[in-house]
């Protein structure tokens, strides 16, 4: 081998190591660099809850554990209680759950157990979901304008014929109330619950649905006694998820509820919810009642929180059997 | 034999006679509910779209989509160009924030950490994340950034890219799996590095999806009024400011909706409108774009 072939080789090699060196590093950068934007990703949860809290600390500290059995919301003196809320939107979600989740079952079901044929379920299938991305300050707005009116009648009826009914009970209604905020709220979440019972029935087994009918059972028999029990965590989880949906909506809980700031136990009268006092009252707060506001949001957090991992512990539960 | 067979011929006949109408009968009555299910929620879903259709279209033209509300309140004039300026402008920061992020993080659970545990908590804290409410990261924007710097629509688009940031990774890393592994293999067995897999094959292949995921997110963030009311706040004004108060179409909106004055009312149905119109569209495009890779 000549001096000049032993250079241009090892310059070669040179070449080859320098550009392997620099896409490497290239390689390894971009690897880490995804790695710590999901890392950050994943702590994201805990610094919203963490920020949320630390703001939160004054009115902590001020009001304790009172503040959730407190009924008095009073910025000139300086104190303040959720309890109202906290009856306002534990009761709007559970009564949306009522109304929303016959119908998001009812819904899932008629959309794939074969009723109707393709073409029809398909459109009907993305119409659903269109609810939900209906804007909720929209619904809000249709709250106020349309359904207000239009069922204050029935309302008054309710109320009239069953006064000794407490939630329906006190004063004619008048307009907003916690019931409308329900309804809407039923509106919004059902397409939730009808999506995902969905498609738990479509990821079960065939032959489960075709052991049924071949021992002699009816199509609403295989339903109930066989695809609904096999699907009731799918069916469990998306219930959560809804309810965590509506434990968590603003803008209609601020427009159609009232923004009463004392209990009332009938449904038919204005009540408030955590969001709604938040949306309604922090643009003119004052220091230690946006503390008190943020404390607020860390109690509709902590609601939110436990029915979120109750629902995806469940679903991921569900996943691993399936599997 | 003969006796007990015939027997049982003759117990069968009662039993379908006396149960099959009530099977049949049953039967027919849940179907009849369940469609009623469908019907009720198609129903609710016509009559909200009918209800902002009609109200929305009398006020929706050029002159109120480019004029802002100037004059006081209850005078026949008035537009939200501004709301849309300031829409434009929080929504803006929010993807500028949560497109890159979220792509990059959601090209490591789906590329190089598949299956890892750090991927299973990352999607474990995404999903919580995804159903934290949207008056959260309001309130966590407002903690982070308007109380050292006040009311901004900078602070607007941070309260919104974190809403979007779950959304973003969610929809990436679900059209990042459609990618076929083949084409990974065959990549990386001519030699490509990791980084030039993922820039050359993966996300290109993937593209349509992912943009079609970003711009449903975009369009379902546009919608939410909670995350703005004190982050972004209102502005009654032309505002370009980024580190100022802006108004917001879904903001504008609410406020509009709780005055009594009729003029504004009408703003808030057409500002509605848009607000609908915009999701409508970027809906049905995601399903036709979803529906094409998917086949």
């Given at each position: 081998m000549t001096s000049a072939a032993r250079d241009f080789e090892s310059s070669q090699d040179i070449n080859i190591e320098k550009k392997m060196d620099s896409s490497r590093?290239?390689?390894?950068?971009?690897?880490?660099?995804?790695?710590?934007?999901?890392?950050?990703?994943?702590?994201?949860?805990?610094?919203?809850?963490?920020?949320?809290?630390?703001?939160?600390?004054?009115?902590?500290?001020?009001?304790?554990?009172?503040?959730?059995?407190?009924?008095?919301?009073?910025?000139?003196?300086?104190?303040?209680?959720?309890?109202?809320?906290?009856?306002?939107?534990?009761?709007?979600?559970?009564?949306?759950?009522?109304?929303?989740?016959?119908?998001?079952?009812?819904?899932?079901?008629?959309?794939?157990?074969?009723?109707?044929?393709?073409?029809?379920?398909?459109?009907?299938?993305?119409?659903?979901?269109l609810i939900v991305a209906i804007p909720s300050v929209v619904l809000g707005l249709w709250g106020i304008f349309v359904l207000i009116p239009a069922?204050?009648?029935?309302?008054?009826?309710?109320?009239?014929?069953?006064?000794?009914?407490?939630?329906?009970?006190?004063?004619?209604?008048?307009?907003?109330?916690?019931?409308?905020?329900?309804?809407?709220?039923?509106?919004?979440?059902?397409?939730?619950?009808?999506?995902?019972?969905?498609?738990?029935?479509?990821?079960?087994?065939?032959?489960?649905?075709?052991?049924?009918?071949?021992?002699?059972?009816?199509?609403?028999?295989?339903?109930?006694?066989?695809?609904?029990?096999?699907?009731?965590?799918?069916?469990v989880s998306s219930i959560m998820l809804a309810m965590g949906r509506a434990l968590g909506e603003t803008m209609v809980a601020a427009m159609i509820s009232g923004n009463a700031n004392r209990i009332n136990i009938s449904l038919m009268q204005p009540g408030s919810t955590i969001t709604g006092l938040i949306a309604s009252q922090f643009g003119e707060a004052g220091r230690l009642q946006v503390s008190?506001?943020?404390?607020?949001?860390?109690?509709?957090?902590?609601?939110?929180?436990?029915?979120?991992?109750?629902?995806?512990?469940v679903i991921r539960r569900f996943q691993n059997l399936e599997q | 034999m003969s006796d007990s067979a015939r027997f049982i011929g003759e117990e069968e006949k009662i039993d379908i006679s006396s149960i099959a109408p009530i099977r049949n009968y049953s039967s027919r009555f849940l179907t009849f509910l369940?469609?009623?299910?469908?019907?009720?929620?198609?129903?609710?879903?016509?009559?909200?779209?009918?209800?902002?259709?009609?109200?929305?279209?009398?006020?929706?033209?050029?002159?109120?989509?480019?004029?802002?509300?100037?004059?006081?309140?209850?005078?026949?004039?008035?537009?939200?160009?501004?709301?849309i300026v300031g829409s434009l402008m929080v929504l803006s920061t929010a993807a500028v924030i949560?497109?890159?992020?979220?792509?990059?993080?959601?090209?490591?659970?789906?590329?190089?950490?598949?299956?890892?545990?750090?991927?299973?908590?990352?999607?474990?804290?995404?999903?919580?994340?995804?159903?934290?409410?949207?008056?959260?990261?309001?309130?966590?924007?407002?903690?982070?950034?308007?109380?050292?710097?006040?009311?901004?629509?900078?602070?607007?688009?941070?309260?919104?890219?974190?809403?979007m940031l779950p959304i973003v990774i969610r929809s990436t890393e679900e059209a990042l799996l459609l990618v076929s592994p083949d084409m990974r293999l065959a990549s990386v067995g001519l030699g490509s590095t990791r980084f030039q897999t993922t820039m050359r094959i993966v996300l290109p292949t993937a593209a349509p999806a992912i943009v079609t995921g970003l711009i449903v997110a975009l369009a379902r963030a546009a919608g939410e009024a909670a995350p703005l009311l004190f982050t972004s706040f209102n502005n009654n004004f032309w505002s370009t400011d980024l580190f100022g108060p802006v108004a917001t179409l879904p903001v504008m909106t609410y406020f509009f909706a709780i005055i009594p004055?009729?003029?504004?009312?009408?703003?808030?149905?057409?500002?509605a409108l848009v607000l609908l119109a915009m999701v409508l569209v970027a809906s049905t495009i995601s399903r036709f774009v979803v529906h094409k890779t998917k086949k």
């Amino acid at each position: 081998m000549t001096s000049a072939a032993r250079d241009f080789e090892s310059s070669q090699d040179i070449n080859i190591e320098k550009k392997m060196d620099s896409s490497r590093i290239l390689d390894v950068g971009f690897v880490r660099l995804t790695l710590v934007l999901s890392i950050f990703a994943g702590i994201l949860l805990i610094l919203v809850i963490l920020q949320t809290t630390e703001a939160a600390l004054p009115a902590i500290q001020q009001f304790g554990l009172e503040f959730l059995v407190t009924s008095r919301w009073n910025p000139v003196e300086n104190i303040f209680g959720v309890l109202p809320q906290i009856y306002g939107t534990l009761m709007t979600s559970l009564v949306a759950l009522v109304f929303a989740v016959p119908l998001g079952i009812g819904t899932a079901i008629f959309l794939t157990e074969d009723f109707a044929p393709k073409w029809i379920t398909v459109p009907i299938g993305f119409a659903i979901e269109l609810i939900v991305a209906i804007p909720s300050v929209v619904l809000g707005l249709w709250g106020i304008f349309v359904l207000i009116p239009a069922v204050r009648p029935i309302f008054r009826a309710i109320n009239e014929s069953m006064k000794w009914f407490p939630l329906f009970g006190g004063p004619a209604p008048r307009g907003p109330s916690l019931l409308i905020v329900s309804l809407v709220l039923s509106i919004m979440i059902c397409p939730i619950i009808a999506s995902i019972t969905r498609s738990t029935f479509e990821s079960l087994p065939r032959n489960l649905r075709d052991g049924a009918l071949a021992l002699g059972a009816t199509r609403w028999e295989t339903i109930l006694t066989v695809m609904i029990p096999a699907g009731l965590s799918g069916i469990v989880s998306s219930i959560m998820l809804a309810m965590g949906r509506a434990l968590g909506e603003t803008m209609v809980a601020a427009m159609i509820s009232g923004n009463a700031n004392r209990i009332n136990i009938s449904l038919m009268q204005p009540g408030s919810t955590i969001t709604g006092l938040i949306a309604s009252q922090f643009g003119e707060a004052g220091r230690l009642q946006v503390s008190a506001l943020m404390y607020a949001g860390v109690v509709l957090m902590i609601l939110t929180l436990v029915v979120n991992v109750l629902a995806e512990i469940v679903i991921r539960r569900f996943q691993n059997l399936e599997q | 034999m003969s006796d007990s067979a015939r027997f049982i011929g003759e117990e069968e006949k009662i039993d379908i006679s006396s149960i099959a109408p009530i099977r049949n009968y049953s039967s027919r009555f849940l179907t009849f509910l369940s469609i009623l299910c469908v019907v009720v929620l198609l129903a609710s879903l016509s009559w909200v779209l009918w209800d902002v259709a009609k109200e929305g279209v009398n006020k929706l033209n050029w002159y109120n989509l480019t004029q802002i509300r100037y004059p006081a309140p209850g005078l026949e004039d008035g537009g939200f160009g501004h709301a849309i300026v300031g829409s434009l402008m929080v929504l803006s920061t929010a993807a500028v924030i949560s497109f890159p992020f979220g792509i990059l993080a959601a090209v490591y659970l789906s590329e190089f950490g598949r299956g890892t545990r750090l991927a299973y908590l990352v999607k474990f804290s995404c999903n919580v994340l995804t159903g934290v409410p949207a008056i959260l990261c309001g309130l966590f924007a407002y903690a982070v950034v308007v109380r050292g710097s006040g009311f901004s629509a900078f602070s607007g688009g941070i309260a919104t890219g974190v809403l979007m940031l779950p959304i973003v990774i969610r929809s990436t890393e679900e059209a990042l799996l459609l990618v076929s592994p083949d084409m990974r293999l065959a990549s990386v067995g001519l030699g490509s590095t990791r980084f030039q897999t993922t820039m050359r094959i993966v996300l290109p292949t993937a593209a349509p999806a992912i943009v079609t995921g970003l711009i449903v997110a975009l369009a379902r963030a546009a919608g939410e009024a909670a995350p703005l009311l004190f982050t972004s706040f209102n502005n009654n004004f032309w505002s370009t400011d980024l580190f100022g108060p802006v108004a917001t179409l879904p903001v504008m909106t609410y406020f509009f909706a709780i005055i009594p004055f009729r003029p504004q009312q009408q703003l808030a149905w057409a500002g509605a409108l848009v607000l609908l119109a915009m999701v409508l569209v970027a809906s049905t495009i995601s399903r036709f774009v979803v529906h094409k890779t998917k086949k």
